[in-house]
């Protein structure tokens, strides 16, 4: 697991940056009510996405909310005054005070299913009664796009998708939000190359295959005799849903 702390000051670089946060922002606000007037962006992150969401709906006051300093300390920048330090798994707010609440690529970095199902019962909680919860999901499957980088990494050790849609649909109809739309867009600048894969793989960026195993290396090996190693492969597609808290 990164140190997202540490990472702060460089994840927008290496996360597509400005482009892919204007299609995540595009896609969620194409979910979220026009009609919305207060919404929580939990694990905000850097804010990158949340200054979008604001941005483009000057009438709706926007909140973001994220655990780790260093995340928050760049979000708050984006967003003054607007931007708390808070465990998505224990919100600091009041009951149904939000017409909104979306997670953008917050579900898969938690590792237990009852932290997953923690954090949807929170937002759930703070949503108003047919309110909108807008979150990303499979994001792992997001990035195998059938490329040769993808071939090489078929057979690593995996653990099983927390964000996986089937789950996130369950636990959100536990607390009576229901389906109410979904949408894909590309993550614009983040198509693989091989080079950078083996790379994330020596750092410790797949989370089941630790720096220095020579599982590690042997995949890392692989990557760095395949074609055009600075050449990115096609961009992820990530995928997102949206539910309707029951009246």
């Given at each position: 697991m990164l140190d997202y702390d540490k990472e702060a000051h460089a994840y927008d670089d290496t996360r597509g940056g400005e482009p892919r946060a204007a299609a995540a922002a595009d896609v969620v606000l194409g979910l979220v009510p026009p009609a919305t007037r207060r919404l929580l962006d939990v694990g905000c992150g850097t804010g990158i996405v949340t200054r979008r969401l604001a941005a483009a709906r000057?009438?709706?006051?926007?909140?973001?909310?994220?655990?780790?300093?260093?995340?928050?300390?760049?979000?708050?920048?984006?967003?003054?005054?607007?931007?708390?330090?808070?465990?998505?798994?224990?919100?600091?707010?009041?009951?149904?005070?939000?017409?909104?609440?979306?997670?953008?690529?917050?579900?898969?970095?938690?590792?237990?299913?009852?932290?997953?199902?923690?954090?949807?019962?929170?937002?759930?909680?703070?949503?108003?009664?047919?309110?909108?919860?807008?979150?990303?999901?499979?994001?792992?499957?997001?990035?195998?796009?059938?490329?040769?980088?993808?071939?090489?990494?078929?057979?690593?050790?995996?653990?099983?998708a927390p964000d996986a849609a089937p789950l996130v649909e369950s636990y959100a109809a536990a607390h009576l939000l229901h389906p109410a739309g979904q949408a894909r867009f590309p993550g614009r600048g983040q198509g693989r190359s091989p080079r950078h894969t083996a790379a994330d793989l020596r750092r410790g960026w797949f989370t089941q295959l630790r720096p220095g195993d020579p599982l590690t290396e042997r995949f890392a090996e692989q990557l760095e005799a395949l074609p055009d190693q600075e050449r990115p492969r096609a961009d992820p597609v990530f995928s997102v849903r949206a539910f309707r808290k029951a009246d």
């Open positions: 000057p009438a709706t006051r926007v909140t973001g909310a994220d655990l780790t300093h260093g995340m928050a300390r760049m979000a708050a920048v984006r967003l003054p005054g607007a931007v708390v330090l808070a465990d998505s798994r224990a919100l600091p707010f009041p009951d149904r005070v939000f017409d909104a609440v979306t997670s953008v690529w917050l579900l898969h970095l938690l590792d237990r299913p009852e932290d997953v199902r923690a954090a949807i019962a929170e937002c759930a909680r703070v949503l108003r009664p047919g309110g909108v919860y807008v979150t990303t999901v499979d994001k792992a499957a997001a990035h195998d796009v059938g490329s040769d980088v993808d071939a090489v990494l078929a057979p690593r050790p995996r653990r099983p």
